[in-house]
């Protein structure tokens, strides 16, 4: 599965959008980019996940690049329940590969 | 989405002995579940997959005899933790895998707090 690289941390006002970036350059054609965050102390929750066309759904959207090798998650209204880490997953492939967690960004909401 | 639970939450056992985590997917099935381990401030590491009815398959450097997966139903997964000792404290947490090929997903639990003292 390819690499990604995320910031390590970035901070967002509540009620602004969050705009989390991720570059994964070495993609390949068929696997997928997903994105989980974990709030401290629990479990990842999944968010979203797509391959090369733009993905909204109740919790964000998810918009890719033409050539595929960036993405980035929206979050439209921040909230301070949104404060986790973001993990950028690049999955795919033949069969069924797993989720290889990198360190994330750590998204900090402030009121 | 999916709903995974994890039973216990936490659990603080003595040296040496062994504790059992549960992993159930409440509202689909899941022939295939993973376990993860995560240290204090790292990412999560996987640390095998459990497939129903067959045999896990572990990461390397992972003792199978030491972490024993079985995963007898298409809803549940236990892990023990077999002769706990202090370095094997940590966050563990499962997921359980939805739908097939490339585009499947995985759903995590809540984690389980163990503690060995």
């Known amino acids: 599965d390819a690499k990604t690289t995320q910031p390590p941390s970035m901070d967002c006002a509540e009620g602004r959008a969050a705009n989390l970036p991720c570059n994964h350059s070495?993609?390949?054609?068929?696997?997928?980019v997903y994105w989980y965050r974990q709030i401290h102390s629990q479990g990842p929750q999944y968010i979203i996940h797509?391959?090369?066309n733009n993905e909204t759904n109740e919790m964000a959207s998810l918009i890719i690049t033409e050539d595929r090798k960036s993405s980035t998650l929206i979050l439209p209204h921040a909230t301070l329940r949104d404060t986790a880490v973001y993990y950028c997953?690049?999955?795919?492939?033949?069969?069924?590969?797993?989720?290889?967690f990198g360190k994330g960004t750590m998204l900090l909401v402030s009121p | 989405g999916a709903v995974v639970s994890q039973h216990p939450s936490r659990v603080i056992c003595k040296s040496g002995t062994s504790v059992k985590i549960e992993c159930r997917s409440l509202?689909?099935?899941?022939?295939?579940m993973f376990w993860y381990r995560q240290f204090p401030k790292q990412s999560l590491m996987l640390m095998a997959t459990?497939?129903?009815?067959?045999?896990?398959?572990?990461e390397q450097g992972v003792e199978k005899d030491k972490f024993l997966i079985n995963h007898a139903s298409l809803t549940l997964s236990t892990l023990t933790v077999t002769s706990a000792h202090p370095e094997d404290s940590s966050f563990y947490i499962c997921?359980?895998?939805?739908?097939?090929?490339?585009?499947?997903?995985?759903?995590f639990g809540p984690g389980t707090r163990l503690t060995v003292l």
């Open positions: 997921s359980a895998r939805i739908g097939s090929g490339n585009t499947d997903t995985q759903y």
């Open positions: 070495t993609i390949s054609g068929n696997e997928y």
């Open positions: 797509g391959l090369k």
């Open positions: 997953i690049v999955r795919g492939g033949s069969g069924y590969s797993t989720l290889t």
């Open positions: 509202d689909f099935q899941a022939t295939t």
């Open positions: 459990s497939n129903e009815g067959s045999k896990a398959t572990y």
